[in-house]
C-alpha cells in the first residue's frame, strides 16, 4: 500500500512538472533589455555625450569619431583613445578602410 501510495505522489509531481514546463513554453517569462553602454567623447576639444552604441556607429560613419578620439564609460579610470576600447574598435573595425578616391 505505501508502494502504490509513493507511485501515485511521484506521478502527481511529474504532472505538476509536465504543466510548469507547458506555462512556460506557451509563455516564456520576459526578458528585460540589457542597458546598452553609454560613452563620452572628446568632440570638437569639448566633452560631449553620453552616447549609445548607435549613436557612436553614426558618429564614427560621418568622420566625428576616429580611431585617436578620446573616449570614456562607466568603469573607465581614465580617457582612452577609441582604438584603445575593445567595444569601440570593434565598431571601427567593421566598417570599410579609408576611400582614397581615383579609379583603378
Not at 567623447?41 to 569639448?46: D, T, V
Not at 568622420?63 to 578620439?69: F, L, P
Amino acid at each position: 500500500m505505501e508502494m502504490g501510495i509513493g507511485m501515485a505522489l511521484a506521478r502527481q509531481m511529474g504532472q505538476m512538472v509536465n504543466q510548469t514546463m507547458a506555462q512556460t513554453m506557451q509563455n516564456p517569462p520576459a526578458q528585460t533589455p540589457t542597458p546598452q553602454r553609454l560613452y563620452y567623447a572628446g568632440l570638437e576639444g569639448r566633452q560631449a555625450g553620453p552616447f549609445s552604441e548607435t549613436e557612436i556607429v553614426r558618429l564614427i560613419n560621418e568622420k566625428r569619431i576616429a580611431r585617436e578620439t578620446l573616449v570614456w564609460s562607466q568603469g573607465m579610470k581614465e580617457w582612452k583613445q577609441a582604438q584603445d576600447v575593445p567595444e569601440i574598435l570593434r565598431i571601427i573595425a567593421l566598417g570599410p578602410p579609408p576611400f582614397e578616391g581615383g579609379t583603378k
